[in-house]
Structure formats: C-alpha cells, structure tokens
T-cell receptor
Framework: NAGVTQTPKFRILKIGQSMTLQCTQDMNHNYMYWYRQDPGMGLKLIYYSVGAGITDKGEVPNGYNVSRSTTEDFPLRLELAAPSQTSVYFC??????????????FGSGTRLTVV | AQRVTQPEKLLSVFKGAPVELKCNYSYSGSPELFWYVQYSRQRLQLLLRHISRESIKGFTADLNKGETSFHLKKPFAQEEDSAMYYCALRPTGTASKLTFGTGTRLQVTL
C-alpha cells in the first residue's frame, strides 16, 4: 500500500517554463488536495477536489491548474513558472464525507525551484 | 471562517524537560482538531486527533473549548521529538478542507 505518491521529488525550472506535478493515491480516497509550504508560512491550500471531475480553488490558486479525471490521480500544472512559485508542494488525500475524525495522508513532497 | 494560530515559530527545550506547543483557534461552530508532525526531510504525518483522545509517542492534546485551545504536551522531551509541528482544524461532521497553523519548530537539545 503506497499511500500518496508524488513525482518528481525535485525540479528546477526556468522562468516561463511549465511543468506538471504528479500525485497518485491508492487508498480510494475521494478527496485530494494540493498545498504549498513556504518557510514560516505554514501550508497554503492551492486546489482541492472532492471527487473525479470536481475541483475547486483554495487559498492561493493563481498560476496553477488542476484536473481530476480519475479517483487516483490529481496532477497540478504550473504554467509560466515564476520565482514566487519556488516552494515545496505537498499532495494529500482524505476519505471524505462521512469519515469524521480522519485526517489527511500526505505525499513526500516536491521541492521546486524557479530560477 | 476558521483560523489557527501557533504563536511560537521556534521552541527550544532541553532533553527531559516538559514540552508544550501552543495552538489556539477561532471558529464559531464545533471543530475537529489535529496535530501533524514533519520530521526532517519527511512527509507530514498525523500525530494526534482530538476525537480519539489518544497518546502518541508520549504526546497528548486536550481540546479546551472555553479557551479555544488545543495545546500539544509531553512531560519529558526526547531528541527524536525535534521536528516541525502543525496544528489543524476543520468543522466537525464535514469533510471540509483542513486549515493549518503556521507551525512550530521544536528543537530538543542535550
């Protein structure tokens, strides 16, 4: 049981380039999330999804896009990378409605540097 | 809207000393509270949830609705407790997204 798998672990992008951060979970969780973690700022929610075909913006969605075509996958797309997007990105999942008390399962993170 | 405040960015204690990581929240309804821990270069993992009333790795946390707090405590700190700790909240009975605090780094020194 792998849990939540993120790829790549590290990436350096040049300003203006694009990339997709991959996230896959094998727990049949309905809900999935993307957070960014900046030093001293905690975790900020970028986008989330409550099921296949349904996505919604979080606190800091600008510069990002997501899709959820299957229950397992929730990729995060960066278009026109900017230095402000240098961060550590975490994907997470949770069972969803009806599972009170359940927390999130996090991936290992992607460390992205934009130069 | 809910808010989670962790007033200390860094807490440094000696090995064997008691630890208290503070977490205060603001939310008008009934919340679920969680503590997550992130060891160096590892993923965030769930440490405690108030609904379980459990003790994990010697840590406990009690939800105090009067003071709107969910402080994390351990009577005797160990070196391996050094990590980043995040408090998080969501409304009870929902699958709403968690709201995280900014985190407290715990440093346990000899």
């Amino acid at each position: 049981n792998a849990g939540v798998t993120q790829t790549p672990k590290f990436r350096i992008l040049k300003i203006g380039q694009s990339m997709t951060l991959q996230c896959t979970q094998d727990m049949n969780h309905n809900y999935m999330y993307w957070y960014r973690q900046d030093p001293g700022m905690g975790l900020k929610l970028i986008y989330y999804s409550v099921g296949a075909g349904i996505t919604d913006k979080g606190e800091v969605p600008n510069g990002y896009n997501v899709s959820r075509s299957t229950t397992e996958d929730f990729p995060l797309r960066l278009e026109l990378a900017a230095p402000s997007q240098t961060s550590v990105y975490f994907c997470a999942s949770s069972p969803g409605q009806g599972f009170t008390g359940e927390g999130y399962t996090f991936g290992s993170g992607t460390r992205l540097t934009v130069v | 809207a809910q808010r989670v405040t962790q007033p200390e960015k860094l807490l440094s204690v000696f090995k064997g000393a008691p630890v208290e990581l503070k977490c205060n929240y603001s939310y008008s309804g009934s919340p679920e509270l969680f503590w997550y821990v992130q060891y160096s270069r590892q993923r965030l993992q769930l440490l405690l949830r108030h609904i379980s009333r459990e003790s994990i790795k010697g840590f406990t946390a009690d939800l105090n609705k009067g003071e709107t707090s969910f402080h994390l405590k351990k009577p005797f700190a160990q070196e391996e407790d050094s990590a980043m700790y995040y408090c998080a909240l969501r409304p009870t009975g929902t699958a709403s997204k968690l709201t995280f605090g900014t985190g407290t780094r715990l440093q346990v020194t000899l």
